[in-house]
């Protein structure tokens, strides 16, 4: 138990769905962070926010959509998406963003886009 | 670019040693994650290292050469539960966290 916490598990949908991931931390941090994790490749950020506030998106197409209304909580809102989206999505805090802090991770989404 | 190279997957035996190599190139150095993960799970934080040397902690050491730009983790007296993904990042110049693909450990009785 990391203190991150993310739901569903599992998800399947199709690419007309829409659907969203939910993420919640109860470590008190101030960073949120999105993460893609497909097999055999390196953890891809997609959004970074600090203080409920944006401040990095990887050049994420535009059927993700980040949402954070507080400093605990983290949306993912999906829409039309492909099936190479298909993949892990998880979701980390740290203390701050732009420092040498450790990540602590929930323990993911594996989406499945058919 | 920016690049983090770990072995794909490496198979050691139940009670033995091993050493998982990560070498960086990366526009600056602020310091250097492991993380494990096992399958399906979150990844979780094993180590930092931001100077040379060994850091050691039970049977998981870290090492860091900055001039050289490498890493190892070396795991003592393996056990099953060590079967995992073993993910080393490296920090920026801009504090950004740069992530290798993984070493998959596979540890055999």
């Known amino acids: 138990e990391t203190g991150v916490t993310q739901t569903p598990r599992h998800l399947v949908m199709g690419m007309t769905n829409k659907k969203s991931l939910k993420c919640e931390q109860h470590?008190?941090?101030?960073?949120m962070y999105w993460y893609k994790q497909s097999a055999k490749k390196p953890l891809e950020l997609m959004f970074v926010y600090n203080f409920k506030e944006q401040t990095e998106n990887n050049s994420v197409p535009s059927r993700f959509s980040p949402e954070c209304p507080n400093s605990s909580h983290l949306f993912l809102h999906l829409h039309t998406l492909q099936p190479e989206d298909s993949a892990l999505y998880l979701c980390a805090s740290s203390q701050d963003y732009g420092q040498n802090n450790e990540q602590f991770f929930g323990p993911g989404t594996r989406l499945t886009v058919l | 670019g920016q690049n983090i190279d770990q072995p794909t997957e490496m198979t050691a035996t139940e009670g033995a040693i091993v050493q998982i190599n990560c070498t960086y190139q990366?526009?600056?150095?602020?310091?250097l994650f492991w993380y494990q993960q096992h399958a399906g799970e979150a990844p979780t934080f094993l180590s930092y290292?931001?100077l040379d040397g060994l850091e050691e902690k039970g049977r998981f050491s870290s090492f860091l050469s900055r001039s050289k730009g490498y890493s190892y983790l070396l795991l003592k007296e393996l056990q099953m539960k060590d079967s995992a993904s073993y993910l080393c990042?490296?920090?920026?110049?801009?504090?950004?966290?740069?992530w290798g693909a993984g070493t998959k450990l596979i540890i055999k009785p």
């Open positions: 990042a490296v920090i920026d110049s801009n504090y950004q966290l740069i």
């Open positions: 470590l008190g941090h101030n960073a």
């Open positions: 290292n931001v």
């Open positions: 990366t526009s600056g150095f602020n310091g």
